[in-house]
C-alpha cells in the first residue's frame, strides 16, 4: 500500500503559485486577493479561514476576512457581498459556509460575481463545468482531481465510486470523472443514503472515494484488493494526547483499510492541504481573469 501525500503535492501546487507571484510582485503588480465572509463563531469555520488566510500569506497572496455576527440579516450579508463583488481590490471571495438557519445560503452564492466565485459554487461555474468550459471549480473536487493526476493514478476506463452526492464535493467530482477530458474518462457510480447493495458497489470500485461525513464509514470489507482509496471526510475527535485537544479522522477506517488497497490518501494531510491549494489557483486564475 502507498500513502498519497496530499501535502507533499500541495506544497509543490503551492511553490508554483508563489513564484508566478513574485513574477508579479516584482513587475509592481499588485497580486492576487482574496477575501472571505465568516459569520458567526463556528470554530471549524473559523479553522478553515485562518488556514486559507495563512495559506495566502505563504504564497505571497494577500487576503482580508469579513467577520460579521451570526445575528446578521440576508440582507445586510448580501450588501456586503455586492460590496466585494464590486471592489476591483478583490480578485476572489468566499463566504463560508454553513451559514446561519435564517439566511438563504443559495441566495447568497448565487449574488456572487461567477467571476470571483472562487469556491466555484455558483450555478453559472457549475454549469460551464459541466460544459468543459474554463470555470472557477469547486475547491475539493478539483483538489482530488489533481492528487489523481499528480500520483500518476490512471482514471481512464477504471470504475470510479463515489459516496456522497454533496453539491459541493460529491456531484461535481462525479461529472469531473467522466468527463471526456485528460486525466478523468472514468466510468462513475454516485451513491448517497438511498444506494441499495452499497458495500458490493464500493468494492467493485478501483477508485473509491468517500465524502460521506460519517466517521470512519468505510471499512475494510467494502474494499477492493489494490483499490485507490480517497478520503475526503474531516473529523475532529476529541484527544487528550494531542495538544490541540482533538486529533482529525476521516470517513474511512484507515488502519485496516490501508492493509488492502493499492493507495490511500490519510487525514490529514490527503484531500485537505489540496483543497486549499485548489482555492489559492482559483485566485490566481480569478487575478488573471482567466474566468469570464
Ligand atoms: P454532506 O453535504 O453532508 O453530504 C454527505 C453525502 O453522503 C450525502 O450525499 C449523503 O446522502 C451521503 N451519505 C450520508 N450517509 C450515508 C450513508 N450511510 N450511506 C451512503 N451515503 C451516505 O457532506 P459533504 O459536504 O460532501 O462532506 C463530506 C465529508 O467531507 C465531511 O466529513 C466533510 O467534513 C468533508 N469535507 C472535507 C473537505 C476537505 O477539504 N478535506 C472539504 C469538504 C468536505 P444523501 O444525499 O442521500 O443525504
Do not use: W
Not at 492576487?32 to 485562518?50: E, F, K, M, N, R
Not at 477530458?181 to 473509491?208: M, Q, R
Request: charged share 25%; aromatic share 4%.
Amino acid at each position: 500500500m502507498k500513502i498519497i501525500d496530499g501535502k507533499k503535492i500541495a506544497e509543490k501546487l503551492k511553490s508554483e503559485i508563489a513564484n508566478e507571484v513574485a513574477a508579479m510582485i516584482d513587475k509592481d503588480e499588485r497580486g492576487p486577493h482574496l477575501a472571505a465572509i465568516l459569520v458567526g463563531d463556528d470554530a471549524a469555520s473559523q479553522t478553515y479561514v485562518a488556514s486559507k488566510e495563512k495559506a495566502c500569506a505563504s504564497v505571497g497572496m494577500t487576503s482580508s476576512i469579513y467577520r460579521h455576527p451570526s445575528t446578521i440579516t440576508e440582507k445586510e450579508l448580501l450588501k456586503i457581498v455586492d460590496f466585494l463583488n464590486s471592489d476591483d481590490e478583490v480578485d476572489g471571495f468566499i463566504v463560508q459556509l454553513p451559514l446561519p438557519a435564517h439566511i438563504d445560503e443559495n441566495k447568497i452564492i448565487q449574488r456572487i460575481d461567477p467571476k470571483k466565485d472562487v469556491d466555484g459554487f455558483h450555478p453559472i461555474n457549475i454549469g460551464k463545468m459541466v460544459l468543459g468550459l474554463p470555470a472557477h471549480i469547486s475547491a475539493t473536487p478539483q483538489g482530488i482531481m489533481m492528487l489523481l493526476e499528480q500520483s500518476k493514478i490512471e482514471t481512464s476506463g477504471k470504475h470510479v465510486v463515489v459516496v456522497g452526492r454533496s453539491n459541493i464535493v460529491g456531484t461535481p467530482l462525479s461529472i469531473l470523472l467522466s468527463r471526456k477530458a485528460k486525466n478523468a474518462n472514468a466510468t462513475v457510480t454516485l451513491c448517497h443514503s438511498k444506494t441499495e447493495n452499497l458495500k458490493e458497489i464500493c468494492k467493485s470500485a478501483d477508485i473509491l472515494i468517500a465524502a460521506i461525513g460519517v466517521c470512519e464509514f468505510i471499512k475494510a470489507d467494502m474494499v477492493k484488493d489494490g483499490a485507490v482509496v480517497i478520503d475526503v471526510g474531516m473529523h475532529r475527535i476529541a484527544s487528550h494526547k494531542t495538544q490541540s485537544g482533538f486529533k482529525l479522522k476521516g470517513d474511512v477506517a484507515f488502519n485496516e483499510v490501508a492493509e488492502k488497497c493499492g493507495y490511500i490518501t490519510p487525514v490529514p494531510g490527503g484531500v485537505g492541504p489540496m483543497t486549499i491549494v485548489s482555492l489559492l489557483q482559483n485566485t490566481l486564475k480569478a487575478y488573471k481573469k482567466e474566468v469570464r
